[in-house]
């Protein structure tokens, strides 16, 4: 004959429960693991990180390390100073050579442009102008002149300012040379 077990069902609910029970607890374990293992590394590697920043403030600190620091430093107080000195450098260099316009090759052009009755007393050179005063033979002499300095490629215009007879038979003058604008 067979034995019915009518209290079967309960049986299975109290296994379902101690199963329940198992999960949640080896759930629970797991939890404290990791977070007691996050803890324990991260204690560690903040012991180990400490360590290290007591080791390398130690070795900062150090005589001659502070030593080659001061150094560095003033090494680069004075090249900054230097930096600042080579832009103020730079800028008047730049303003000088837009100011030096007239060359030697400039003025061996205007001596080429001379005609053997001419003869100068003085030259005045600016940044934009040239004035040459001196003496000719002849009036034709000095327009000669004249037009050979119009014809240079750094004069724009040249006009004669005053000519004046001497007693001897020469001719003073003063001509007037406008550069042109080089920058243009």
Known sequence: ????????????????????KIYIYT??????????????WNSVSIFLLNKDIKKYNS???AADVQQKY?????????SSVLNKYNASIDIINATISKKDRISSETIHNINSTLPKEV????????????????????RQAIGEFQHNMKALDIVSDAQIINISDVDNGNYKFELKCTLKDVDK
Request: glycine share 6%.
């Open 27 to 40: 759930l629970g374990l797991v939890l404290i693991v990791v977070i007691f293992g996050t803890l324990i």
């Open 70 to 78: 001061k150094e560095a430093e003033d090494i680069n107080n004075k």
């Open 1 to 20: 004959m067979k034995d019915f077990n009518f209290f079967a069902p309960y049986q299975g609910k109290q296994k379902q429960a101690k199963d329940k």
């Open 119 to 138: 003869s100068f007393a003085s030259i005045t050179i600016d940044e934009n102008a040239i004035d040459l005063q001196g003496s000719a033979k002849n």
């Open 59 to 61: 070795s900062i600190n």
